[in-house]
């Protein structure tokens, strides 16, 4: 069965701290990895598409990796601003045409100023 | 930057009441999904739209579960008889074409059954 298992759950840092999300899955041959943003009470906004080992993808502050088990977000020099949560979900290659995505618990990010 | 926009925000309705959320997906993006969120928990897939039929739907999809494309611009779920456990965060999502193109999410509807 596909999963996704992200870690910690909940992650506080005092700003210009920098620290990494992991984000581990299982899946039957991946499409793509995709990592979101989800402020509360909002949907989740997109990132990252990562689609093989080896891959990095970088925006502003974040930067995302990809080995053929595991994802990390690495947060250099957060900001208050950054703080929510961080979804990791994964496509998979026989997923069917319409390529779903299987979504982790996430990762709830507090920046403290 | 063009987006899903999604209505209500926020509904309220009694066990056994038919509910109808509304979406516009972006115009040009050709499939089309629901998702749902139960608070504290996983954002999960519910069922996807491709050329006016569904196209694949999860076991969370019943027989109470329905959507509908009636026009060119809107995608509905319609829930029949709803369930206090139906009570969730409700997302609309679409994407282009092409098959490695991520999925923009709308803000959802936060459905809550009494």
């Known amino acids: 069965e596909d999963q996704v298992t992200q870690s910690p759950e909940a992650l506080r840092l005092q700003e210009g701290e920098s620290s990494s999300l992991n984000c581990s899955y299982t899946v039957s041959g991946l499409r793509g990895l995709f990592w979101y943003r989800q402020d509360p009470g909002k949907g989740p906004e997109f990132l990252f598409t990562l689609y093989s080992a080896g891959e990095e993808k970088e925006k502003e502050r974040l930067k995302a990796t990809l080995t053929k088990k595991e994802s990390f977000l690495h947060i250099t020099a957060p900001k208050p601003e950054d703080s929510a949560t961080y979804l990791c979900a994964v496509q998979a290659k026989y997923g069917g045409a319409t390529n779903k995505l299987i979504f982790g618990t996430g990762t709830l990010l507090a920046v403290q100023p | 930057e063009p987006e899903v926009t999604q209505t209500p925000s926020h509904q309220v309705t009694q066990m056994g009441q038919e509910v109808i959320l509304r979406c516009v997906p972006i115009?040009?993006?050709?499939?089309f999904y629901w998702y749902r969120q139960i608070l504290g928990q996983k954002v999960e897939f519910l069922v996807s739209f491709y050329n006016n039929e569904i196209s694949e739907k999860s076991e969370i999809f019943d027989d109470q579960f329905s959507v509908e494309r009636p026009d060119g611009s809107n995608f509905t779920l319609k829930i029949r008889s709803t369930k206090l456990e139906d009570s969730a965060m409700y997302f609309c999502?679409?994407?282009?074409?092409?098959?490695?193109?991520?999925?923009?999410f709308g803000n959802g509807t936060r459905l809550t059954v009494t």
């Open positions: 115009s040009n993006h050709l499939y």
């Open positions: 999502a679409s994407r282009p074409g092409r098959e490695d193109s991520p999925l923009h």
